[in-house]
């Protein structure tokens, strides 16, 4: 089970920390993704890392302004996003590899959370 | 980077119809295809991994072909619970990326 916190209405120029917290299985074991969804619109993909925290890569939209991370022995993911954009306004799912690195050959988004939702406001 | 491309954006079916939506990947992606099907309020859920692999527990009504650069997701006898949009993604290359969507109803 994957459970997000964090979201809220933010300014923007500011930042926020999403949490992933996970339950029912070796988090230690599975590369982690962010994927958000803007209202009424498709899904996008943030930021990715691999299971011992080693690789991690981000979408252009939030590179440079956001850090993935993951604390293993508290089973859980972090993505904060600084300098928040008006287009930063989105529900941000946390999601789940199968495998330990990501793109492999079965590289796919088998478990998701429900996500949690930031707005961008003044 | 990768640019998909859905079609057709919706569509509606009558219950038990044979439904068809089809995936382009702007290069090749080898089989690098996974297939998501997302209900209003809900996140994603995995229906088809590496183009054609069915994800345990997803019913077998659901199936998906292709390699390359073109790619399908069938529902062989579409039932009302499969109202939802579907979303197509690369795992080739990063970025990764979705398709826009195609939203599918009842009739």
């Known amino acids: 089970q994957l459970v997000e916190s964090g979201g809220g209405v933010i300014q923007p120029g500011r930042f926020v920390r999403l949490s992933c917290a996970v339950s029912?299985?070796?988090?230690?074991?599975?590369?982690m993704y962010w994927v958000r969804q803007t209202p009424g619109k498709g899904l996008e993909w943030v930021a990715v890392?691999?299971?011992?925290?080693?690789?991690?890569y981000y979408a252009d939209s939030v590179k440079g302004r956001s850090v993935i991370s993951r604390v293993n022995s508290k089973n859980t993911l972090y993505l904060q996003v600084n300098s928040l954009r008006t287009d930063d306004t989105a529900t941000y799912f946390c999601?789940?590899?199968?495998?330990?690195?990501?793109?492999?050959?079965?590289?796919?988004?088998?478990?998701w959370g429900e996500g949690t939702t930031v707005i961008i406001s003044s | 980077d990768i640019q998909m491309t859905q079609s057709p954006s919706s569509l509606s079916a009558y219950a038990g119809d044979r439904v068809t939506i089809t995936c382009r990947a702007s290069?090749?992606?080898?089989?690098?295809l996974n297939w998501y099907q997302q209900k209003i309020g809900k996140a994603p859920k995995v229906l088809i991994y590496?183009?054609?692999n069915l994800q345990s527990g997803v019913p077998s009504r659901f199936s998906g072909s292709g390699s390359g650069t073109e790619f399908t997701l069938t529902i062989s006898s579409l039932q009302p619970e499969d109202f939802a949009t579907y979303y197509c993604?690369?795992?080739?290359?990063?970025?990764?990326?979705f398709g826009p969507g195609t939203k599918v109803e009842i009739k």
């Open positions: 999601a789940r590899d199968p495998g330990r690195n990501f793109l492999t050959g079965s590289s796919h988004m088998d478990v």
């Open positions: 290069q090749t992606i080898s089989n690098n």
């Open positions: 993604q690369q795992s080739y290359s990063l970025p990764l990326t």
């Open positions: 890392i691999s299971n011992d925290g080693s690789k991690k």
């Open positions: 590496t183009a054609s």
């Open positions: 029912g299985f070796t988090f230690s074991d599975h590369t």
